[in-house]
């Protein structure tokens, strides 16, 4: 890289904090408080500082991550107190949350998003100093996690209102509604902190488990406004937040054997190592997004103009730093340099700068050692016989790295298998379709995979073997999580269990059932109980 690039690069971010729009300024947050068992408890221990990827110019001329605030290190102590504060109120479900009626409990949720609502400016400023997400997707993500609250309370009252009759069936009467699990332990990812922690933390509660919720190592202040509607929206020791190092605070939860629901949007690795630190993993149930190596084929007959739109959109949105990107991208040799001649220009077009600036495409990472990490990758496949092919792909300075389109890229290179989780878009050129086919099947992951291509033919005989391979098929379209409402999964390393708004619901929770001989007497017991409202699971209360 030159030293005209450098400087370009460098001036993106501002020399001074007078270069930051007043609205999107903000003072350090140090956070000495956490929430537990329906307190703020005070905290005088250690803190870990959050570093922005956006850097200012210091004295010196030297570009340096702005210091956006702090958060308590707490150690497993807190944690033990934490996870006996949600197993009391839990109480073997006989707490006054997981015996709550479907309607409270909806009550009680609504209550929390008015007042989440309140704290959106500062959230949507959080998440784009904590992780450096452009202002657009930052207040995309706060309205669509908002939106999946609403969306799922009216799930929950149609699942209810379908729960609340009673059923005759071979001379049994029974009424069938789904019960919470227990305590549940949930982890949430950096890369969207807010909605996709919510997706999980939500339905969790809202289906009456008791939470541990460990933030995010980088997303974790944003929470920070937050606690205080959780505090004084539900009853005390339904929610407490987990702060501090992972391996430090975690492992004792786990090890404890009370934590009846893992859920985590994270690594395999990580999920790995703490399934196996539960004493009992009969009565754990695992709900995980983890590992993706989306991969997108480009059929010879495909319509370019769409195969470059929407493995620009797959490829890089939020700098290639999703589960559901696009990270390897396979294009047929008859056609993969008219593929690349198109695609690469629209990659270096990209705008990169400041989070709060008009248009920007591309933001600093947030992880202090990413750009060496893409760098290593590239130089990897550079030395397998690879190469950058778009214009000043790869330049970094500081935490921003121009995306870096890397062709042909073949077994044996790290950006082969590695999921690179950042702006690298690798290249592949096959001649068969059974190539793409045994990648699939020799990959560890199986989250989703992109099909480009007009030919009828050619799609339905690649849909069949993949939607065997991966959990969703996407014709001439990038992979993506969206709607709300339909199955986000994966095979093999790639996740357990099933989100989406109604899966979620089901997936804390399980079926029980209450039943009894088809008797006068029996008949006489059930109407008492219901029209004299003795019980929050026998009910035919109908929720409008």
Known sequence: MTTTQSSQLADLFPQDLSQIPAEYLIEPIHQREYLLNGEMRQWNGPVSEVYSPICVQGADGILERKLVGSFPVTTAKEALEALDAAVAAYDNGRGEWPTMSIAERIQCMETFVGKMLEQKKLVVNLIMWEIGKNLADATKEFDRTAKYIYDTIDTLKNMDRNSSRFRIEEGIIGQIRRSPLGVVLAMGPFNYPL?????????????????????????????????????????????????????????????????????????????????????????????????????????????????????????????????????????????????????????????????????????????????????????DAEAGGASVVNEGGGETVASLFKPAVVYPVKEGMRLYREEQFGPVIPVVAYDDEEEFIQYLITDDHGMQSSIF????????????????????VNINAQCQRGPDTFPFTGRKDSAEGTLSVEDALRSFSIRSAVATKDTNDNKAILNDIVSHHKSEFLSTNFIF
């Open 195 to 379: 909605n996709e922690t919510y997706t999980t933390l939500i339905p969790a509660i809202l289906m009456g488990n008791t939470i541990l919720f460990k933030t995010p190592k980088h997303g974790s202040l944003l929470h920070y406004p937050l606690l205080e509607a959780f505090r004084t929206s539900f009853p005390k020791g339904v929610v407490n937040s987990l702060y501090g190092r992972g391996a430090d605070v975690v492992p004792p939860v786990m090890q404890s054997g009370k934590v009846n629901v893992l859920t985590l949007i994270g690594s395999s690795r990580v999920a790995d190592q703490l399934q196996r630190q539960h004493p009992k993993l009969n009565r754990l149930r695992s709900i995980m997004s983890l590992d993706a190596k989306n991969a997108a084929i480009i059929l010879p007959d495909a319509d370019l103009d769409v195969a470059v739109k929407e493995c620009l959109l797959g490829s890089l949105s939020f700098n290639g730093q999703r589960c559901t990107a696009i990270k390897i991208i396979w294009a047929h040799r008859s056609i993969v340099d008219e593929f690349l001649r198109r695609f690469s220009p629209e990659v270096s077009k990209l705008t990169l700068g400041m989070p709060w600036s008009n248009g920007v495409q591309i933001t600093p990472l947030p992880e202090v050692n990413k750009t060496q990490y893409l760098a290593d990758i590239i130089a």
């Open 453 to 472: 291509g007009t030919n009828t033919d050619a799609i339905a005989r690649l849909v069949d073997p993949l939607v065997n391979l991966v959990s969703r």
